[in-house]
């Protein structure tokens, strides 16, 4: 009877072996332990989707997997990380007027005009992307510089970076926007002669953007979809949501029930009252077979340079007497981060000035006596820092969560705004990790492309792509292509404590995974590797993006 049994139980765990799939013929590439590089020809996953074992070539397993890959002798890296993005955003502007490829404000109300005359609906014209400095206007646009093309349906059209919007007179009407209304806390109203000029900048914004009606579920649904393919496209197999509102995590949960959940998301609230109506007394549990899960909250110390709203130890070169926009005071600060920690939930907040990155550092030192064990402080952007603070970093825990595109954006801008001398401790990705602070790296997308490839270009090489400036910007803070892979993959997966799972090809890990046109590591270049193209897309061992395929494959 026991050997009967024995033959029997052998016999039922036979298909699960055998379900196993081997991934062969490929130029593999994964980081390993202390982001050591790791090359193999061959992978197998196992049939819930994750790594059982990397095969050097020649090397042979036994019995062979029933299921079989042909790389075709392409090169396979880990799916990439974005550690800070805006899931929604990107599916919305894919939606809505886009105006960030715009040269010049003429530019703009051109296409603005041609918008309003191509879609009759809905009634409000939204959209995001202008940039008065890329436009070279030497001022913020106005109303009237809107009215001049759409007079008779509210506009509202964000900044580029989301810190600042533009708003018509109709807009402004509906919203009750008068000469009258006063500046928020943490927001400024632009004026011109004692009246509303059409400039919101940071949560001045809300007083007109609480008057747009609200997408409907259906909107929201298609938003989701066409952000994921885009992710996808681009070899995203994970992000950081950095602003989840409840809407949005229905959207997210919508889409985990119909089984068109791809793309791993890790998420964080948009402020105290989402993230405790959503999780209640701590960090969810991985949904959707690791597909989302809310760990944490994002709060607001600062708004961005280019508004002018990042908070500054001193006043801005261009603006005398200005210094940014401080959105809480220190009490205030420690009292938000507080209540998520007592509930071990991580704290992520967005510094872009150097007084509000010396503000949330001191607030984290502080803390740390009260909340102690692995906290993984994050400070997202941690963009203009004060050198003098950058030995701060490597305390605690702290994760340096940045975006290197953003340096090749700004670093005209920014010299325009602080002068050099007071930027030697902006976007420092080498400096951050030479005091051992954790890096992990992002796009903060639709804010710049969701292109992680483009992050690594300039993380190597502090150029953008027309090669400027040349021998890149401030070029001692560049960093190696190994170290610029970890931070979109280990370190991303690191700082959302998903390294348990994500982030790496490594035995036991989930088999997410890519395929590209190219060898980025036998030409490691900058040009070379921002023209890098995604082939295919895997998620859990299984193909859900194909160059040329219409949509997402089932799973």
Do not use: C
């Amino acid at each position: 009877m026991k050997k009967f049994l024995a033959a029997l139980a052998a016999l039922l765990l036979a298909p699960a072996a055998l379900a196993d799939t081997l991934v062969d013929n490929v130029n593999g590439y994964t980081l390993g332990e202390g982001g050591r590089l790791v090359r193999f020809a061959a992978m197998v996953v196992d049939d819930s989707g994750r790594v059982r074992q990397l095969l050097q070539r020649g090397e042979r397993i036994n019995p062979r997997p029933q299921y079989w890959i042909d790389g075709r002798g392409r090169t396979l890296i880990p799916g990439l990380f974005d550690a800070h993005g805006h899931v929604m955003g990107l599916g919305f502007q894919s939606m809505q007027l886009d105006l960030s490829d715009t040269r010049s404000l003429q530019e703009a109300q051109a296409k603005i005009a041609a918008y309003a005359a191509a879609n009759p609906s809905p009634r409000w014209i939204v959209g995001r992307g202008w940039n008065q400095e890329r436009w070279g206007l030497g001022r913020f646009p106005t109303a009237a510089d809107l009215d001049a093309v759409v007079r008779d349906r509210p506009v509202f059209l964000e900044r580029v970076d989301g810190h600042a919007s533009w708003a018509n007179s109709m807009a402004m009407r509906e919203a009750g926007v008068t000469a009258q209304s006063v500046s928020p806390p943490g927001g400024r109203i632009e004026k011109a002669g004692g009246q509303p000029s059409g400039i919101f900048i940071d949560a001045a914004s809300q007083l007109v953007e609480k008057a747009i009606p609200a997408p409907l579920p259906v909107l929201r649904d298609q938003a989701f979809a066409r952000a994921q393919q885009i992710m996808l496209a681009n070899g995203l197999t994970a992000v950081a949501d950095m602003g989840t509102s409840v809407e949005d995590w229905s959207t997210l949960r919508r889409a985990g029930d119909k089984g068109t959940l791809y793309v791993r998301i890790l998420s964080y609230a948009a402020g105290i009252d989402p993230l405790l109506t959503v999780a209640g007394s701590g960090p969810t549990p991985w949904l959707y077979d690791s597909r989302l899960r809310m760990v944490g909250v994002k709060l607001y110390l600062d708004g961005a340079l280019g508004s002018r709203g990042a908070w500054l130890k001193q006043p801005y070169k261009d603006a005398a007497g200005e210094r940014g926009l401080a959105f809480v005071n220190d009490t205030a600060l420690k009292n938000l981060m507080s209540r998520a920690a007592m509930d071990n939930f991580q704290v992520a907040v967005h510094a872009i000035g150097d007084a509000a990155n010396a503000q949330v550092l001191e607030a984290v030192e502080e803390l740390s006596d009260t909340y102690k064990g692995d906290r993984r402080w994050r400070i997202e952007h941690a963009q203009v820092v004060d050198p003098a603070d950058l030995p701060r970093f490597g305390r605690n825990g702290i994760i340096a969560s940045m975006q290197p595109v953003h340096q090749t954006s700004d670093w005209r801008m920014a010299e325009a705004r602080m002068g050099v001398e007071r930027l030697r401790g902006a976007y420092a990705w080498a400096s951050m990790l030479q005091n051992r602070s954790r890096l992990a790296f992002g796009s903060d997308f639709p804010v710049e492309s969701p292109n992680p490839f483009h992050g690594l270009a300039v993380a190597i090489s502090r150029v953008d792509a027309q090669g400027q400036p040349p021998g890149g910007w401030m070029p001692e803070q560049r960093v190696s292509l190994n170290q610029a892979l970890d931070g979109f993959t280990r370190s991303a997966a690191f700082a959302s404590f998903a390294e348990d799972r994500l982030g790496s090809l490594e035995r036991g890990k989930m088999a997410d995974f890519i395929f590209i046109d190219r060898d980025i590591f036998a030409n490691a270049t900058a040009e070379h590797i921002r023209g890098t193209q995604v082939l295919e897309t895997y998620v859990g061992g299984r193909k859900v993006w194909e160059r040329g395929a219409s949509s997402p494959q089932s799973r």
